[in-house]
């Protein structure tokens, strides 16, 4: 059975094996050299200070709102899908004022600045790169961080099935991502990149405080223990990523998702200009036939959530995925459509 889900996704298995060790113990001068080659790693993938910790990209959500929202703050949250509205409901328990903006697609950057005006000040503005329940990618971020720092407020990102499969530009304040997706690992870390100081008064739990986390590139030194075995594996999974380019590796799942789309004859979710490189999602009449067809055929994929959880199916394309797998796909969705 291969899996071509949202994530976790179908791991190589060269990463696989990465992890089949005995876990060295953290504070061992043997691990602090893996975690060295890691962060090393991680900030060649993306700018600022990078963070790991035990946990999945929901954790690293939840931290970036606590770290960098304090309650009665106000935030514009952008939703355009469910994790949008996870995002406004992650806001929302740290007791900010959540103004949600519920969009289609992706405002423009001159849509944000017009919102932006009518609504006056806010500390932040909240929004999800990848929107995993729709295959929509927030494309041009760069001009819409001008945006936002032109009002004043730091930009948070979800970007958990996105980085580094999808493009992000440099100096985002706060992206939040995980390693179970396009970072192309097991489940088990939630990472963080930090471009801003970390803002919160008080009310951070002790095991999401980021302030614990800003000397460990320097002191290779966890505040508590992390997910060492996941880390084994984003050892290797970063060195085949960055040996690829990172260019590239965003290149190869864009040429997969083209020929899905290609193939594939039900109606796409995301129009094509926002479509992302890593989550697909289509209409579909009969979903449960549909995952119950490619099953049989040998894969596992994904229904949609929310309230199109019974009208979507979605096909991830990370990880050990080959082309054939895609065509494959392909035609075992479109026999369902003809029934």
């Not at 929302?92 to 609504?119: F, N, Q, T, Y």
């Not at 999800?128 to 032109?150: C, F, P, R």
């Not at 019974?310 to 797998?325: A, K, N």
Request: hydrophobic share 40%; proline share 8%; charged share 25%.
């Amino acid at each position: 059975m291969k899996y071509l889900t949202p994530g976790p996704i179908q791991l190589p298995d060269f990463v696989l094996k990465a992890a089949y060790r005995q876990p060295a113990f953290h504070r061992s001068e043997e691990f602090r050299q893996t975690l060295k080659s890691v962060l090393e790693k991680m900030s060649r993938v993306y700018g600022g200070i990078p963070v790991i910790m035990p946990g999945t990209g929901t954790l690293a959500v939840d931290t970036m709102v606590y770290n960098y929202v304090n309650p009665g703050e106000r935030v514009l949250a952008v939703i355009f899908g469910e994790f949008g509205r996870r995002l406004a409901a992650s806001l929302r328990s740290r007791g900010a004022e959540v103004v949600e903006w519920e969009v289609e697609a992706p405002p423009a950057p001159d849509e944000l600045d017009d919102k932006l005006r009518r609504i006056g000040p806010v500390t932040a503005v909240a929004l999800v790169h990848n929107e995993t329940s729709m295959g929509i990618a927030y494309k041009g971020l760069a001009k819409v961080a001008d945006v936002a720092k032109s009002h004043g407020a730091l930009l948070l990102v979800d970007s958990v099935s996105g980085m580094p499969a999808e493009p992000l530009p440099p100096g985002i304040d706060v992206v939040a991502t995980a390693s179970h997706k396009a970072f192309m690992a097991p489940p088990g870390a939630a990472i963080l990149y930090l471009n801003a100081e970390p803002r919160a008064k008080s009310g951070v739990p002790p095991a999401m405080d980021l302030r614990g986390y800003l000397k460990v590139p320097s002191t290779l030194d966890t505040p508590y223990t992390p997910p060492i075995s996941v880390i084994y594996s984003l050892e290797a999974s970063l060195e085949y990523i960055l040996g690829l380019g990172l260019e590239r590796y965003a290149e190869i799942h864009k040429e997969r998702m083209d020929l899905l789309y290609g193939n594939v004859k039900l109606g796409a979710v995301p129009r094509p200009q926002h479509r992302s490189n890593t989550v697909a999602a289509f209409y579909c009449d009969d979903v449960k036939s549909a995952l119950k067809a490619l099953r049989e055929a040998g894969y596992v994929a994904s229904a949609g959530m929310g309230h199109l959880k019974d009208r979507v199916v979605r096909i991830g394309v990370m990880g050990d995925v080959t082309r054939d797998d895609i065509i494959k796909v392909a035609e075992v969705l479109n026999n369902v459509a003809r029934r």
